[in-house]
């Protein structure tokens, strides 16, 4: 009898279409055979790529023909030991032919049934690093070994950047609104210390933020610029520093210092903190992409349990059934589109008013969707908190309004449970396909708009 339960890589796709699709990181996911089933929005941007011209096709044709790829031997032991990732440089291709230095991650994920791996490549652009050779060399030497922790390459780098601009001091702030926390230092006691927290603006930090731009203050530029004391312990007179961004903000910065202006700093000292900055953004970017694996990995193990596979019966209908839509769309030349449907504070709902009573919001919703759709649409159960609705000969634009008419009368009632008024509202996401789309493409855009609804203050609908 075959097995109609959706494949390992089908949930981990969700999983990560839930984690990752508002991330700045390119993230793909490969199946056993390497091919690509899932790319976030950030990947298709880093790429220069349409979906369709990524989904399907092998991991190996957006590397570069010389790329050393690791061997699925490789791969499978750092699963085998729990590691779950391997870290390494390289160049990687762009769907143009155009090519870009990357570090990447591949993270490996077991498929419980089959024994198959399944492969996630988390991807950052470094070609935008600038400066020297000898230097950058240097710095690779120091901050791309793969056997150091991240905290422990972070101190390396502190460590280089004292070394070469001359200063006793070197530190990475977060900036949460006007106040700058030091979360890595070096230096004498007398300096800087992890947990130290300074208001921007009595820190030079403050003027390579304003900026968003390298800033110095050597013995050039003193006289400029006067002195300044970080907290009740460090008075700082000499400064090099730049914001460190993360996509289009800045995180904190990264400085180095010394209490007397007599250093130098040059044009090349300006770019080299630039690019060390960036770095460290990236670095963090990493450090995020990590926890967010983690995560994956923790709900995958959930998700395809042997109770939770036993469980998607119905899922496995609705897919089927979207599938027969797209293809009678195809045939008659009609449009079909589907929306995915989530109740907003799904898990806040049991603990707010009692237990059971998300499963009587979503009962709730269920019962209103079909009231209100026509006779030919469909409403079936995706997901804990989600609902899919099945929308034949109806394009995105008349979809958008079906399920903004829903939303509204969702509004307009009050859930009563166990005499209690409960106040309920969703979110969605809607997709169209003219019958050239598969099942997998069209509910991978459906979820992304939800996704992309909530993020934007939930009880909305969005398109993909």
Excluded at 149 to 158: G, K, M, Q, T
Excluded at 421 to 450: C, F, K, M, W, Y
Aim: charged fraction near 30%.
């Amino acid at each position: 009898m075959d097995d109609k339960r959706p494949s390992a890589s089908e949930s981990l796709r969700a999983i990560l279409a839930r984690l990752f699709v508002q991330a700045e990181q390119a993230v793909l996911l490969a199946d056993g055979g390497r091919r690509i089933c899932f790319v976030n929005p950030a990947a298709l941007s880093l790429f220069g790529c349409q979906e369709s011209e990524m989904i399907g096709h092998k991991a190996s044709d957006f590397f570069t023909e010389t790329q050393a790829l690791p061997s699925n031997d490789v791969l499978q032991a750092s699963a085998d030991l729990g590691q779950g990732y391997r870290r390494y440089l390289g160049r990687r291709r762009r769907g143009d032919g155009s090519t870009f230095d990357a570090q990447t991650l591949v993270a490996t994920i077991r498929d419980p049934r089959h024994e198959e791996l399944l492969y996630i490549e988390v991807v950052h652009d470094v070609s935008v690093w600038s400066c020297s050779d000898q230097v950058l060399h240097a710095l690779r030497r120091v901050v791309f070994d793969p056997g150091l922790p991240f905290d422990e390459r972070r101190r390396a780098l502190l460590a280089f950047g004292c070394e070469h601009f001359g200063t006793p001091y070197g530190a990475i702030s977060e900036l949460v609104d006007d106040e700058l926390t030091i979360i890595d230092a070096t230096g004498p006691d007398d300096g800087f210390h992890v947990g130290d927290a300074f208001n921007r603006g009595d820190t030079y930090c403050d003027h390579a933020i304003e900026r968003n731009a390298p800033f110095r203050r050597d013995g050039l530029t003193y006289k400029r610029v006067p002195p300044r004391r970080y907290g009740d312990r460090v008075e700082v007179g000499c400064y090099i520093g730049c914001p460190i961004p993360i996509g289009r903000r800045v995180y904190g910065t990264l400085y180095f210092a010394a209490h007397e202006a007599d250093g130098l700093f040059d044009q090349a000292d300006l770019d080299l903190i630039a690019a060390l900055a960036r770095w460290v953004g990236q670095e963090i970017e990493i450090e995020n992409s990590i926890a967010l694996l983690k995560q994956a990995r923790e709900q995958f193990g959930r998700e395809t349990s042997p109770d939770a596979l036993a469980d998607l019966s119905d899922r496995d209908r609705l897919k089927r059934r979207l599938q027969d839509e797209i293809d009678r769309a195809r045939s008659r030349q009609e449009p079909v589109s589907v929306a995915l449907l989530a109740v907003d504070d799904f898990e806040r709902l049991d603990e707010q008013h009692g237990e059971g009573a998300g499963e009587a919001a979503l009962d709730h919703v269920t019962a209103l969707c079909k009231e209100t759709l026509r006779a030919s649409d469909h409403v079936g159960r995706w997901a804990d908190n989600e609902l899919l609705l099945l929308l034949p000969d109806t394009s995105r634009a008349q979809a958008l309004v079906t399920i903004e008419r829903l939303l509204q009368a969702l509004r307009g009632q009050r859930m009563v449970n166990e005499a209690l008024p409960v106040n309920i509202t969703a979110s969605a996401g809607v997709a169209e396909s003219g019958g050239e789309d598969s099942a997998q493409i069209i509910l991978h855009r459906a979820d992304i708009a939800r996704h992309l609804a909530r993020s934007n203050g939930r009880d909305r609908v969005e398109a993909g």
